[in-house]
């Protein structure tokens, strides 16, 4: 079992970008899927949360200006960031809790917001 993300990078700010993560592996579709961050120096925050049946929670410091999303069927969750902010730059880490398996993390990728 593994989870793949991808999607990160430099980003002006004000600027959009968008996380996904795809779980693979011999696996049945994931229960909750969603988004942590962790910014130098702070201990790790919940960004987004999406269950299958697709209802989300979010931080409130994201609220309004990032969406989470998933796509069942190819066990993969998005994360469409806008209107981005230099407090936003953090290392994303997606999860996905997998029947068998558990809570299951990706390796993260890099989001810096600077001009």
């Known amino acids: 079992v593994q989870l793949q993300a991808s999607g990160g990078g430099l980003v002006l700010p004000g600027g959009s970008l968008r996380l996904s993560c795809r779980a693979s592996?011999?696996?049945?579709?994931?229960?909750?899927m969603g988004w942590y961050r962790q910014a130098p120096g702070e201990q790790r925050e919940l960004v987004a949360t999406?269950?299958?049946?697709?209802?989300?929670n979010s931080a409130d410091s994201v609220k309004g200006r990032f969406t989470i999303s998933r796509d069942n069927a190819k066990n993969t969750v998005n994360l469409q960031m806008n209107i981005v902010k230099p407090e936003d730059t953090a290392v994303y880490y997606c999860?996905?809790?997998?029947?068998?398996?558990?809570?299951?993390w990706g390796q993260g990728t890099h989001v810096t917001v600077s001009s």
């Open positions: 999860f996905a809790n997998i029947p068998m398996y558990g809570n299951t």
């Open positions: 592996g011999s696996i049945v579709s994931p229960n909750t």
């Open positions: 999406i269950t299958k049946g697709g209802s989300t």
